[in-house]
């Protein structure tokens, strides 16, 4: 019986081991993490994180063959395949910092698999990773092997928060990258047989290691690159009376383009596209590539313009201040269906408008208080538990997340409550702006004529 051992019970380690376990029962699967509360949250009735779908996949499997627990070295020593996936952040000191990713978690947890392993060991990189970084996790592990075989594997993972358990049941691909040699080899087959418990043979794909590691940062760098690039053309259309949404609707009708992934918005959020852009642009500035690194930069750079030019357009249409209104956040979560706030484009349009002095009263159906404000740290706002509550004499509301419950609001009861003229800033395009209008609101879309 293969045994699986996960180091780190975050948004991917949770939800992929869960789903390994519960594809396949003859397989024992634990995760481990350094954190006590976290894995106590796993071990609960409250799962760490908010996943549509989770709790029913970790409660058919949790204390059968999936189990959560603080006591890393004893699992992994125990294990035959051990995925690695500890969190890989931006680097904010010392070389590189603001771009590179910073390995630290990923090392130590390496140095941590040398010292106890006692049995040959398949070590899958499952963290987002810059491109080389196994030929570092191996020097790591064969300087300290003490005789043991480690055959390193990169399977990154493609999950979106908010579907992780639908893709995770059928994923697009899988990914498979390692070494070219017998040994190699035969550790790609071992993981393909765990995947091939549930996803056909034609999506899983296997690569050599070092193709692996890139697509993962190509893949979100693509990603991320549709949605600046939509971005791009919302300003335009604000600009010209084009509107965004057709534009989407007509280029996405070209089976080239396909239809998914051009939702114009108020700027991309989430752990990952920003960190692996600027990853990438580092691994393109360290390998003499200057015109590529600028080409990817400039995805950040027009997500950081949509960003302020939401907060510009508020501010300049309340009649150039803010200062003393009352503006209505609905939504702090970085997409719809989390909890998630890392990155989200809320952070920066309420300190922008906290910087305009304005009273922001935020309302999130997912994210506690306590998260906001350490978010907002220093940024006075308040947080409340209902869309009415927090729209209740508001000058304007901004919507920032894509929550259903936000496009099923009873605007007119929103209205009525309101100051006069009552401003609607749709940061994702999710209310049917003609009839708020009907109502008389006054509403900005993103990319739409006024
Ligand atoms: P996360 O911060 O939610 O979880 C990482 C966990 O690793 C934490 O609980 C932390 O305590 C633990 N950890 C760190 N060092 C450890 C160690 N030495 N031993 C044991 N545990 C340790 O991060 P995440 O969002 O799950 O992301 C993990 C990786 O997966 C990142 O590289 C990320 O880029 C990548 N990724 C994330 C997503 C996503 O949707 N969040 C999707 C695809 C890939
Ligand atoms: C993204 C990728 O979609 C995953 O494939 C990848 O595994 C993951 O990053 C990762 O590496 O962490 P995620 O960030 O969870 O997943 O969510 P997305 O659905 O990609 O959304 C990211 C951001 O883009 C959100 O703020 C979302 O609102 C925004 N977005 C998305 C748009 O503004 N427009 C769109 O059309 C789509």
Redesign the pocket.
Known sequence: MVKICCIGAG??GGPTMAVIAIKCPAIEVVVVDISKPRIDAWNSDTLPIYEPGLDDVVKACRGKNLFFSTDVEKHVAEADIIFVSVNTPTKTRGLGAGKAADLTYWESAARMIADVSKSDKIVVEKS?VPVKTAEAIEKILTHNSKGINYQILSN?????????IE?LFKPDRVLIGGRETPGGQKAVQALKEVYAHWVPEANIITTNLWSAELS?LA??AF??Q??SS??AMSALCEATGANVSEVSYAIGKDSRIGP??????????????QK?ILNLVYICECNGLPEVANYWKQVIKINDYQKSRFVNRVVSSMFNTVSGKKIAVLGFA???D?G?TR???AIDVCKGLVGDKAQVSIYDPQVTEEQIQRDLAMNKVSVVWDAYEACKGAHGVCIL??WDEFKKLDYQKIFDNMQKPAFVFDG?NVVDAEKLREMGFIVYSIGKPL
């Open positions: 948004y991917v987002t990154p993972e493609f999950l979106a928060e908010g579907t992780a893709d993962k893949a979100n990603l991320a549709r949605i939509v971005n998914k992934f051009l939702n114009a918005s108020v700027g991309f959020g989430g752990s990952c596209f692996d970085f997409k719809k989390t998630d990155e989200t484009p997340t894509e994702r």
